[in-house]
């Protein structure tokens, strides 16, 4: 079956950076565009970053644009997502999801499976 696992996060101070890794398995990860997503306490999850599934087109939040990076390495079936210049508004579980085709797609009903989510936590 399909499963997502996420790793990475952690506890970092503003200013600082964080590389969330998610490593995918029980498809062919090639197919798909994949995705970050983050849920912030008392918050609906919401979009990151997603990436096609040749690496060659990427869709940012505007709040996160010039600060994040998504990647993927499809012969390790794994999807990145590189975080500077965090703030304490970054703060929120991560997710990473795969999307119902090839395209960056930046909406969550285009996501048909999730990870468990990985803790990132931003101290002023």
């Known amino acids: 079956q399909v499963q997502l696992v996420e790793s990475g996060g952690g506890l970092v101070q503003a200013g600082g950076s964080l590389r969330l890794s998610c490593v995918a398995s029980g498809f062919t990860f090639v197919s798909y565009s994949m995705g970050w997503f983050r849920q912030a306490p008392g918050k609906e999850r919401e979009f990151v970053a997603a990436m096609s599934w040749n690496g060659g087109s990427a869709s940012y939040a505007d709040s996160v644009k010039g600060r994040f990076t998504i990647s993927r390495d499809n012969a390790k079936n794994t999807v990145y997502l590189q975080m500077d210049s965090l703030n304490t508004e970054d703060t929120a579980v991560y997710y990473c999801?795969?999307?119902?085709?090839?395209?960056?797609?930046?909406?969550?009903?285009?996501?048909?499976?999730w990870g468990q989510g990985t803790q990132v936590t931003v101290s002023s």
């Open positions: 999801a795969r999307s119902r085709g090839p395209a960056a797609y930046i909406t969550k009903a285009q996501y048909n499976a």
